[in-house]
């Protein structure tokens, strides 16, 4: 299972969005406290589309709470790190993944990094912008992880309008 964690997201839509593509993906989202905003349903709802209630999520005291209550194998994402995404290998199934995320802020702190230098990875960008938005950054490396295990349990056709819909007239 893929896990997604966010170290004290500040920002109500970008935590809603994320929420909505955990519920897509069926990733298990990890929210670290402190909260940047009120952390309650009305504020969530508009940006995950009303998939609040398909959504798995926890939330921790700190992050000494998330790690003692978790465990396997911990990915950090920071605009700091000298390693691409891309050279994480996620395609075992059978390993327990953390995507963990900083907030919109600082991101990660320092500390947390320098002692997980070897887990570090970023998203490659132009010299024109600083980093992407967080929500982003989740997707493209959710997407990643699944892809590498050839998307377990996740549809490639659509149910609803039918997988015939574009060759109907």
């Known amino acids: 299972m893929i896990n997604v964690v966010l170290y004290e997201p500040e920002i109500p839509e970008n935590t809603g969005n994320i929420m909505r593509t955990c519920a897509g993906t069926n990733s298990h989202l990890h929210l670290i406290e402190p909260f940047g905003f009120i952390f309650d ?55 327990k993944i953390y995507l963990i995320f900083g907030k919109e802020s600082t991101g990660i702190p320092k500390e947390i990094l320098q002692n997980n230098l ?34 377990p349990n996740l549809l490639k056709k659509d149910l609803f309008k039918g997988e015939d819909y574009l060759k109907k007239e």
Do not use: H, M, W
């Open 41 to 95: 349903e009305k504020r969530i709802k508009r940006s995950t589309a009303n998939y609040i209630d398909k959504v798995q999520y926890t939330t921790y005291l700190d992050y000494n709470d998330f790690l003692e209550k978790n465990n396997g194998e911990l990915y950090f994402f920071t605009r700091y790190a000298t390693k691409s995404y891309d050279e994480i290998d996620f395609s075992d199934t059978n390993k």
């Open 118 to 151: 070897e887990r570090c990875y970023r998203i490659p960008t132009s010299s024109n912008i600083r980093a992407l938005n967080l929500s982003n950054c989740v997707a493209i490396v959710t997407y990643e992880a699944l892809r590498q295990q050839k998307f």
